[in-house]
C-alpha cells in the first residue's frame, strides 16, 4: 500500500522542484517549493517520522517559506522584469549535474541492500513518534540542541545586524 | 802631547761650528777664526812633530772610540801617530795655516767669506783625519771628506756655470777612483781579516799568496795594489782620471793652492807609502805605477808647455809633479815619494799663492785677460815681494840646487836608473827638462819684457797686502831649504831615517853589487838604488844640466824679445794645437764615455717611464674592462633571471586569473565538478 | 515496504535538481530557494536511513538540519537585502568584487 503513495509523493516533488527552478516569477518559485514541501512532509508520514513531517509543514513550509515570501515582498522584487534568467554556464552545469546523476545511479545500482528491520507498526501499540524522539532528543542529543539554539539565537542577531538599514550622518 | 793628538781635527771642528752658524754675523772676523783655529792645530802639530823627531819617536795609536763592530769586523777610530804621518800632519797644518793666513788677505770683500772659510776648516778637518787615522777606513772617511771639500771649494763661486761644472767633474771623476779604493779595500779586509794599518803589515804572507788571473802569474797583493791604486789616480790626477785637476782652477786661488797643491792631491801617494808593507810583494802593481806615473809626468808636462792660463801652467804642471811622486813609489823608492810631496808642497804652493797675488792686483783688468799671460808681463819692478818669491819656487821646482826640489826630483830619477827602470828614468828626465821650460817661460812672459796689461788696469797694479806676502815669504825660505836640510846627504839625509820605520823596504833583483859604494849596512837593508858610485855624480849632472837647459831655452825663447815661439808654432801648427788643446782627451772623454752613459739614462728613464706608467694604465685598463663585463653579466644574467621570474608568474597568472570571476555560482560548479572527480576516481577503482 | 534505494533516488534526483537550480539561476532568491531544496533532499536520505536501520538518529539529525536551515534563510535574506537595498533586481553576477 504505501509505495504507490510513495511514488505519488516523489513525482509530485519533483515536479514541482522542477517547475520551481525553471520559473522566471520568484514569488512562483516560492509557492512551488511551498507546495514541494507538502508532498515531502508526506513522505516523512510514509517512512514513520510523523513528528518530522509536522515540523516539515510547521516550520519549513510555514516558517522558513513565509520568509522567503515576506522579503520578496519587502524586497520589493519587480515580477515581471524581463532579465537574463539562466546563467552562461547553464550548459556546462547541466552537464555536470547530468553526469553526476549518472555517477550516483551507478553507485546506487550496484549497491547490495540489506534487508529491512521492519518497525512494528501499529496505531497506539508502540510509543509514539513524538515520544520517541523526545526521549532521545534530551537525553543523547541535548548537547547539539542547546548548540542549535544558540545557532539560532547567533543567526538571529546577524540577520537583525545585516539587515539593519544604515543612520548616515 | 802625542796622547792629545785627537785636538788636532778638534780645532778645525770648532772653526766649522762657529763659522757654520755665525759666519753671517761675524762678517770677515770669521776669517781670524778660522785661521787661529789652524793656527792651534798647527801648534799641536808641531809640539807633537817635537816629541817626535827629538823626543822618544816611535809608533804610538790612540784609540777614541769603537766605531764598527759586527762579527768578526770591528773598526775603531783610532789614530795612529809614526813618522810618516808626523812629517803629513806637518805639511798640511803648515801649508793650511799659511793659506789661511793668505785667504783674509785674497778673500777680502767677496761676499761668500765666512762660507769659503768654513769650507776651508772643514777641509782640514777631513785631511787631518785622513793623515792621522790607523786603519783604511777611517783614512777613507778622510778620503771622502776632502773630496767632498774639493767639490763645494772649487764650485765656490757656484753662480759661474764652469765653476760649478768643475765641481761636479772634479767630485765624479774623483768616485770612480773611489770605486777601486773600495774594491782593495774589501779584498785587504777578505784577506787579513782587518783594516788597521799595524796589523796589515804584521800579514803580509796572506797578500803575497800567486795567484792566475787571465793568464797573468801574479800576487794578491798585486790586485789589491792596483785596485788601490785606481783610487789614488782619482785622487792624486794620473792618467787616465786627471781631468778634473785643470777644471779645478775655477777655484779661488788658494784653494789651488792648498788643494791641489800640497794637500789632496796628495793623499793618494801618501795612500801609496802606508801600504808600502804589500806593495812590495806587488811587482805588477809597482812595474805599473811607475809607467803611470811616469807617462802622465811627460804627458801633463807637453800640455803645460803651450798654455796661456797662468793657472792652467801651474795645474797641469801639479799633474806632472805627481806623476813623479808615483814614479818614485812605483820603482819601490817611497821615501823619496814622501820626499817629494814634502817639497812639492812648499814650491808649488808658493807657485800658487804667487800666482794668486798676481791675479789680485790685475783684478781692474777685463775678466777673460786677468789669468792670460799673453797680457801680463812687466810686472817685475811692480810686485818684487812677488816676483823674487815666485822666482825662488821656480827655481826650486825646476830642480837646481841646492835649492827644494833638486834633492828629491834627482833621488827619484836616480832610484828609477839604478833600480834597472830605464824607461821611466829617460821619460823623467824629459819631463824635468820640460818642467824647467814652461817654469821659467811662466816667470819671463808674466814678470820680464814689456807689460802688456790692459791700460786702464796698469795703474792698480800693487803688492800685495801683508796678509799675502808672509806666506810667500815663508813658503819661499821653505823651496830654499826644505830639501837640503832634511834629504842630504842622498839616501841617507834625516828623513831617510826617520821614515824608515813607517815605509817597507824593498829589495831589488837588479842590483848592481859591483857599484855599491855605501857601506854594507844599506846594502844589508837592501834599500832601493843605494848612490853607487860615480853613476850617481853623472846623474846629478845631468839633472842639473837638464834644469840649466831648460831654463836657458826658455830664455832665448820668451826672455828676450824673439820669433821664435811663432815660428815654432808655423811650423808645427798641428802639433801646437794639439797641445794647446790638452790632447782632446776631455772632448774624447765626453763623446765616449758621457754621452753614451746620458743615453743609456734617458733610455732607461724612459723605459722605467713607460714600463712603470704603462703598466699603471694597463691595470687600470684591465679594471675597467673587468668592470663592464661583470655590469654586464650583472645587468642581463642576474636582472634577466629575477625578470623572467616575475615575468613567468605574471604569464602564467595571466593565465589563471580567469579562475576569479567573483561569481560564487562559478565557484559552486567547480565544487561539483571536483566531486564529480572524485567519485570518477571512486568508481573507477 | 519502500527499499531504501528509492528513498536514496529520491534523495538523489532532489539534489541534483537543487544543484542545478543553484548552478543555473542568476535569480538570487532562486538560488536560496534551490539550496533549500538540496537541504531537503539531504533530510529524505536521512529519515530513509533512520527508517531502514530503526534509528532514530536519522530523525534528529533531519531535525536539526531544519533549524539549521532556518538559520541560513534568515542569515542570507539579510544579506541579499543589504545588498540590494535600493534595488529592485537581485542580479548574483552583480555581486562580483572578488573579480579578478
Redesign the interface.
Same mark, same amino acid.
Given at each position: 500500500m %504505501? @509505495?504507490p503513495f510513495?511514488y505519488l509523493f516523489?513525482a509530485g516533488?519533483?515536479i514541482t522542484?522542477?517547475f +520551481?527552478?525553471t520559473?522566471?516569477n &520568484?514569488i512562483h518559485? !516560492?509557492l512551488l517549493?511551498v507546495l514541494? *514541501?507538502f508532498f515531502?512532509a508526506g513522505? *516523512?508520514v @510514509? $517512512?514513520? $517520522?510523523e513528528?518530522?513531517a509536522a &515540523?516539515?509543514v510547521l516550520?519549513?513550509s510555514g516558517?522558513?517559506m513565509v520568509?522567503?515570501l515576506f522579503?520578496?515582498m519587502?524586497?520589493?522584487?519587480?515580477v515581471a522584469?524581463r532579465?537574463?534568467?539562466?546563467?552562461r554556464?547553464?550548459f556546462?552545469?547541466?552537464l555536470?549535474?547530468l553526469?553526476?546523476?549518472f %555517477?550516483?545511479?551507478? &553507485? @546506487?545500482g550496484k549497491?547490495v *541492500?540489506p534487508a529491512?528491520?521492519?518497525?512494528p507498526w501499529k496505531l497506539g501499540a508502540t510509543p509514539g513518534?513524538v515520544e !520517541?524522539?523526545g526521549s532521545?532528543?534530551y537525553t543523547? *542529543?541535548v548537547f547539539?540542541f542547546e548548540v &542549535?539554539s544558540i545557532?539560532?539565537l $547567533?543567526? +538571529?542577531i546577524? !540577520?537583525?545586524? @545585516?539587515?539593519k538599514?544604515r543612520i548616515d550622518s | 802631547m802625542i796622547s792629545n793628538a785627537w785636538l788636532i781635527p778638534l780645532f778645525p771642528v770648532v772653526g766649522v761650528l762657529i763659522n757654520g752658524f755665525f759666519g753671517k754675523r761675524l762678517g770677515e772676523k770669521s776669517g781670524y777664526v778660522a785661521t787661529l783655529m789652524a793656527g792651534l792645530s798647527l801648534l799641536v802639530v808641531i809640539l807633537i812633530a817635537n816629541e817626535m823627531i827629538f823626543g822618544a819617536g816611535g809608533k804610538h795609536t790612540i784609540h777614541l772610540w769603537d766605531w764598527i763592530s759586527a762579527g768578526s769586523f770591528s773598526v775603531s777610530l783610532s789614530f795612529l801617530i809614526d813618522p810618516l804621518s808626523t812629517i803629513m800632519l806637518l805639511v798640511v797644518s803648515g801649508v793650511g795655516f799659511l793659506v789661511h793666513l793668505y785667504s783674509i788677505g785674497y778673500m777680502h770683500g767677496d761676499p761668500g767669506f765666512s762660507r769659503f772659510f768654513t769650507y776651508l776648516n772643514l777641509f782640514m778637518l777631513s785631511m787631518f783625519l785622513l793623515v792621522l787615522g790607523d786603519n783604511y777606513l777611517v783614512m777613507f772617511v778622510g778620503w771622502e771628506g776632502v773630496g767632498l771639500c774639493s767639490y763645494l771649494l772649487i764650485g765656490f763661486w757656484y753662480e759661474k756655470k764652469s765653476a760649478s761644472d768643475a765641481g761636479k767633474k772634479a767630485f765624479i771623476v774623483n768616485r770612480i777612483g773611489d770605486a777601486g779604493f773600495l774594491l782593495g779595500m774589501f779584498l785587504i779586509w777578505m784577506l787579513a781579516d782587518t783594516l788597521t794599518y799595524q796589523e796589515v803589515s804584521q800579514s803580509t804572507s796572506k797578500f803575497a799568496v800567486n795567484i792566475n788571473v787571465l793568464g797573468i802569474e801574479t800576487t794578491y797583493a798585486s790586485i789589491i795594489g792596483l785596485l788601490l791604486f785606481i783610487g789614488a789616480m782619482g785622487k792624486s790626477a794620473q792618467i787616465p782620471l786627471y781631468v778634473w785637476l785643470p777644471d779645478a782652477m775655477e777655484g779661488p786661488t788658494p784653494v789651488s793652492a792648498l788643494i791641489h797643491a800640497a794637500t789632496m792631491v796628495t793623499a793618494g801617494v801618501y795612500m801609496v807609502a802606508r801600504t808600502s808593507p804589500i806593495y812590495v810583494d806587488a811587482a805588477l802593481a809597482l812595474e805599473v805605477i811607475a809607467v803611470v806615473g811616469a807617462l802622465t809626468a811627460i804627458f801633463a808636462a807637453s800640455i803645460g808647455l803651450v798654455q796661456n792660463d797662468i793657472k792652467r801652467v801651474l795645474a797641469y804642471s801639479t799633474v806632472s809633479q805627481l806623476g813623479f811622486m808615483f814614479m818614485a813609489l812605483g820603482v819601490g823608492a817611497f821615501t823619496a815619494g814622501v820626499f817629494h810631496l814634502m817639497t812639492h808642497a812648499f814650491f808649488k804652493g808658493l807657485l800658487f799663492l804667487g800666482s794668486g797675488s798676481v791675479i789680485h792686483a790685475l783684478h781692474h783688468a777685463p775678466e777673460e785677460q786677468q789669468q792670460d799671460m799673453r797680457y801680463m808681463g812687466g810686472l817685475k819692478s811692480k810686485m818684487p815681494i812677488t816676483y823674487w818669491t815666485f822666482l825662488i819656487g821656480a827655481i826650486a821646482i825646476a830642480g837646481v840646487p841646492p835649492f827644494a826640489g833638486f834633492w828629491s826630483k834627482d833621488e827619484i830619477l836616480a832610484n828609477a836608473f839604478f833600480s834597472g827602470h830605464t824607461f821611466v828614468w829617460i821619460v823623467g828626465s824629459i819631463a824635468a827638462l820640460m818642467t824647467a821650460f814652461y817654469m821659467f817661460r811662466l816667470i819671463f812672459m808674466t814678470f820680464h819684457g814689456e807689460m802688456r796689461v790692459d791700460s786702464h788696469a796698469r795703474e792698480h797694479i800693487h803688492e800685495s797686502p801683508p796678509a799675502m806676502t808672509i806666506p810667500l815669504i815663508l813658503l819661499a825660505v821653505l823651496s830654499i831649504f826644505g830639501g837640503i836640510i832634511p834629504g842630504f846627504p842622498p839616501e841617507k839625509g834625516w828623513i831617510h831615517d826617520f821614515l824608515a820605520p813607517s815605509l817597507a823596504k824593498m829589495s831589488h833583483v837588479t842590483h848592481h853589487s859591483s857599484f855599491n859604494l855605501i857601506s854594507s849596512a844599506h846594502a844589508a837593508s837592501g834599500e832601493a838604488g843605494g848612490h853607487h858610485g860615480p853613476e850617481a855624480m853623472y846623474l846629478i849632472i845631468l839633472a842639473i844640466f837638464i834644469a840649466v837647459g831648460g831654463i836657458v831655452i826658455a830664455w832665448s825663447m820668451y826672455g828676450k824679445k824673439s820669433k821664435i815661439p811663432d815660428k815654432i808654432q808655423h811650423k808645427f801648427p798641428g802639433l801646437y794645437k794639439i797641445l794647446l788643446n790638452k790632447y782632446y782627451i776631455d772632448e774624447f772623454y765626453q763623446k765616449y764615455i758621457v754621452e753614451p752613459i746620458y743615453r743609456l739614462m734617458k733610455f732607461l728613464w724612459n723605459f722605467d717611464s713607460k714600463v712603470v706608467d704603462g703598466a699603471v694604465n694597463g691595470s687600470t685598463l684591465v679594471t675597467v674592462l673587468t668592470s663592464r663585463v661583470s655590469s654586464l653579466f650583472d645587468l642581463r644574467t642576474v636582472d634577466g633571471a629575477v625578470n623572467g621570474v616575475a615575468n613567468f608568474v605574471r604569464f602564467f597568472s595571466q593565465v589563471f586569473k580567469f579562475l576569479q570571476s567573483g561569481m560564487v555560482q562559478n565557484y559552486l560548479l567547480a565544487m561539483l565538478l571536483g566531486v564529480f572527480l572524485m567519485l570518477s576516481a571512486y568508481l573507477l577503482q | 515496504m519502500i527499499p531504501i534505494s528509492h528513498f536514496l533516488t529520491l534523495g538523489a534526483v532532489l539534489f541534483l535538481i537543487g544543484a542545478a537550480g543553484v548552478l543555473m539561476r542568476r535569480n538570487a532568491i532562486i538560488i536560496l530557494l534551490s539550496i533549500e531544496l538540496m537541504l531537503n533532499a539531504v533530510n529524505v536520505t536521512l529519515i530513509g536511513f533512520s527508517r531502514q536501520w530503526a534509528d532514530l538518529s536519522g530523525q534528529v539529525f533531519a531535525i536539526f538540519v531544519i533549524a539549521v536551515a532556518a538559520c541560513e534563510a534568515a542569515v542570507g535574506l539579510a544579506i541579499l537585502i543589504s545588498l540590494n537595498r535600493d534595488k529592485t533586481i537581485m542580479n548574483v553576477d552583480e555581486v562580483n568584487l572578488l573579480k579578478w
Open positions: %504505501e @509505495l510513495f516523489s516533488i519533483v522542484s522542477l +520551481m527552478i520559473r522566471s &520568484v518559485a !516560492a517549493l514541494s *514541501f515531502l513522505l *516523512f @510514509l $517512512a514513520g $517520522a513528528f518530522l &515540523v516539515q516550520i519549513y516558517g522558513i520568509l522567503y522579503s520578496i519587502l524586497m520589493n522584487v519587480q522584469v532579465i537574463r534568467q539562466w546563467h554556464q547553464r556546462f552545469a547541466i555536470i549535474v553526469i553526476l546523476g %555517477e550516483i545511479w551507478s &553507485v @546506487l549497491g *541492500f529491512m528491520k521492519v518497525w513518534n !520517541a524522539l532521545v532528543l543523547k *542529543f547539539p &542549535v545557532l539560532l $547567533a543567526a +538571529m546577524g !540577520a537583525i545586524v @545585516l539587515a538599514k | - | -
